[in-house]
DNA sequence: CACTGGCACTCCCATGAGGCGAGTGCCAGG
DNA sequence: CCTGGCACTCGCCTCATGGGAGTGCCAGTG
């Protein structure tokens, strides 16, 4: 009973907290929520809820604000995730359903989740090491090098010019185009490097070490661990939404920047259709204390693609951020598995 | 000799508040440049400068501070671009030298010259329609379906898949994939067009339908209007090197969010290796008042491909971001033009 | 035992007065 | 045409004051 409406309180702290943006005090507590109890009473609470750390005072006789572990309670326990209205959802599927490309995709992703949410919005591009090689192109630039270009079944084209180091005839370079194609086409990146052991061999010797050339940089594209691509969207939301983070603005925009920063929050690879929130001090970076991440998994029915999420204040609207993050990822699953 | 110095008094207000960000007042000026004459004469000039709507005040009683006016005669009469010292130079060419794609080289650009200059940098990608055709492939998906991609000599890949509606044997394919090339390859993209006619006819009847369907895509490849891409950098700096800056952050966070503002702040084309500066309110945007853009077109020697350039508050060091924005432009340049 | 009303206390913050200092415009004299 | 002097303006910093919101504690009650 006592516990109970102790956890009541530090429901209504936040919630109040996170729509006023002001600290908030026993007074105004019982008489915006119905607690059917008096101002003292709640005062001892949350004497109790500041002793157990959920709650803190910015000044002495000041209202009292959630602390990092209160958001925590809340989201775990206190909250439920906040559904979209129908509208919304059809807004998001005719917003998507309009793009022609993988970056258009995923340039509409960002900018639709940085509308819904009204925060910043960061999407990671489909992940390469689990698309496959749909064709592999070998174009001379000159007699000694050669432009590469591997294509994958997601529509990402990447491309590299190798140094052969010696000249390679053209014939040689048609048979090495269609011998790579037939050992790698269709496989998965993962998998390719294997169905390569062996293939310089069937060149004539002088031919050699060209072919070998061209298989390391192929070798390269296929394996190296690629730099995967993260796009972020909503930067004015920082300012818009929020007046008083401009203090704190910097360390976040220069975050932002960081492609690798923007990776590393978005968070270890989990489960996807499981949201992870990583709350002020959760989150692996100076200067993001006071900023939270939604993040969540998005890809097709049976494995995991890519991750995408959003970043605010600590003191957001868990309830209703979940709910876009996770109805935005689940319709960019469904697009990207069908394209 | 009144004129001369009323414009060195300009100059050295400009120069002060630039470096100072603080209202300039008689004294001070007199103290810092060795003007040689006494306070109470440049409170003439002054007044006389202010009249002229070159500066004003603030505040009653405070210093001056240069108007867009100001800023625009400072500019044009009395500065000059300030080369960069040998070891700028070599940071830049040792920078950009490690690019190994194009987009590799635009990141590389964007961050070189958000770093260089401090502030926030835009780069375009190299105009499609200025181009010329390196190479173009096809690749059959499926006997009716063919991957057609485009390569440019700016290193920029464009792909389309094209319904053939019709099959086509291996050998048209690869007879067609040889006719391109031979027409195409080392033509301008606009002038491509006019070398594919009548290529269809080379073809045996049957195999007409199918090349003309090849055909046809890859003049909406090589003539549709391309959405030119445009990537910015830097944005932390705006809060960073600019303190009091965030009051008006928001409208400029926001305009750079929209890539079709990010083109027209790049402004129309011109020459290239003319550098255009927009002052405060001759920028096409509400909102961007306190803001310059100093921008640059870069290509090869002959033509420009695209443009580049940078974005701070009207308080800005012009003569160094000048020497940044166009030393970097010539070196982008060169590395397209060699790639 | 939990809850309540009352009360003294703390401390933030808005308000206003006062003084300092930087800078100006003007003027008379060189 | 330049200069030194001088009165004046006005932003800003500092300090004191008062109001108000909020708290903790305590004694009283069902």
């Given at each position: 009973m006592l516990e109970d409406r102790k956890l009541d309180v530090l429901r209504a702290i936040v919630e109040d907290y996170v729509s006023t943006h002001e600290p908030v005090g026993s007074k105004a507590l019982v008489e915006r929520h119905n607690?059917?109890?008096s101002p003292a009473t709640i005062r001892n609470d949350m004497a109790a809820l500041e002793d157990e750390g959920y709650i803190a005072q910015p000044h002495t006789s000041a209202g009292r604000i959630p602390t990092d572990k209160g958001y925590r309670l809340f989201v775990d326990k206190l909250s439920s995730v906040k559904p979209l209205t129908g509208a919304e959802r059809r807004a998001i599927q005719s917003f998507l359903d309009g793009a022609v490309d993988l970056d258009d995709i995923v340039g509409r992703t960002v900018r639709l989740l940085a509308q819904l949410t009204r925060q910043v919005a960061v999407v990671q591009y489909?992940?390469?090491?689990r698309s496959s090689v749909r064709h592999v192109e070998l174009v001379a630039l000159t007699p000694s090098r050669v432009l590469l270009i591997v294509i994958t079944n997601t529509g990402r084209v990447e491309q590299r010019t190798i140094e052969l180091g010696d000249e390679l005839a053209e014939t040689d370079l048609g048979e090495l185009r269609a011998q790579l194609n037939s050992a790698?086409?269709?496989?998965r990146m993962a998998d390719a490097p294997d169905r390569?052991?062996?293939?310089?061999?069937?060149?004539?010797a002088e031919a050699r070490p060209a072919v070998a050339a061209v298989l390391s940089g192929l070798l390269e594209s296929l394996?190296?661990?690629?730099?995967e691509r993260v796009v972020m969207g909503g930067a004015a939301n920082l300012v818009r939404f929020n007046p008083d983070f401009p203090l704190t603005i910097q360390p976040v925009l220069e975050a932002l920047e960081e492609q690798v920063v923007l990776l590393r929050l978005l968070?270890?690879?989990?489960?996807?259709?499981v949201l992870t929130v990583r709350i002020g001090h959760e989150n692996?970076?100076?200067?993001?204390?006071?900023t939270s991440v939604v993040s969540v998994g998005y890809g097709t029915e049976s494995e995991m693609l890519a991750k995408l999420g959003v970043l605010g204040?600590?003191?957001?609207d868990y309830p209703g951020t979940m709910g876009a993050v996770r109805a935005v990822a689940r319709y960019v699953g469904k697009i990207v598995a069908e394209s």
């Open positions: 607690l059917g109890v489909p992940s390469l090491t790698v086409a269709g496989v390569l052991v062996g293939l310089v061999e069937r060149f004539t394996v190296e661990e690629h730099e968070g270890e690879a989990t489960d996807p259709s692996p970076f100076q200067g993001l204390t006071g204040p600590t003191r957001m």
